[in-house]
């Protein structure tokens, strides 16, 4: 067991921390993927151009957008299977999760839960980001929250450390 009460290495594990925009998925991931020494991928990365150009207009994703997003993110899964890997993905419905599954190994799933009106101000104050507040409402209406057997919840407005020592501790015991 290393400092960070992993047995062995993350070898064949996925974790995915997920949620709507603003909610601190890609900076808890990334510093969950620090904390452990493996590959982190940026959700938002693996989307089309034309996905991009879509969100940036204020026109929601629809599944057809999301579909080959969602097959680029577990061909890079499995192709950081033999290490382990961090993601950070929105993943908002049941359907988006169980494509992400499709990974070779185990898919974790870590949902950062906050508050609407905090959503609204974090992203608001966010610079160059492509995601315009005025998605946020669809991303929430989308949003199927993980059912108890399907990954943890977790309060998003916790300090990234604190988080990342949650997302460990939740490995501990499951």
């Known amino acids: 067991m290393d400092e960070h009460g992993q047995i062995g290495e993350l070898a064949g594990h996925h974790l995915v921390v997920m949620g709507v925009a603003g909610s601190g998925k890609s900076t808890v991931g990334e510093a969950l993927a620090a904390t ?3 590959p982190f991928a940026e959700g938002d990365d693996f989307h089309s151009d034309e996905a991009r150009a879509k969100m940036a207009a204020g026109v929601p994703l629809t ?13 890079w899964m499995d192709g950081h299977a033999d290490t382990g890997c961090v993601v950070s993905c929105s ?3 049941h359907a988006y999760r169980d494509r992400l599954r ?3 190994g185990v898919v974790e799933c870590y949902e950062l839960d906050v508050d609407p009106d905090d959503l609204r101000q974090r992203m ?8 315009p507040v005025e998605l946020l409402e669809s991303q929430l209406a989308t949003l199927e ?3 108890a057997g399907e990954g943890v919840r977790l309060d998003g407005t916790l300090p990234v450390a604190d988080l990342v ?3 460990l ?6």
């Open 169 to 174: 501790e939740a490995r501990r015991t499951r």
């Open 102 to 104: 499709a990974a070779s």
């Open 36 to 38: 452990l020494g493996v």
């Open 145 to 147: 929250p993980l059912d």
């Open 124 to 131: 608001a104050q966010r610079v160059g980001h492509y995601m």
């Open 165 to 167: 020592t949650a997302i």
């Open 91 to 93: 993943a908002l419905r």
């Open 63 to 75: 599944d057809a957008d999301r579909w080959p997003w969602l097959d680029r993110l577990v061909a």
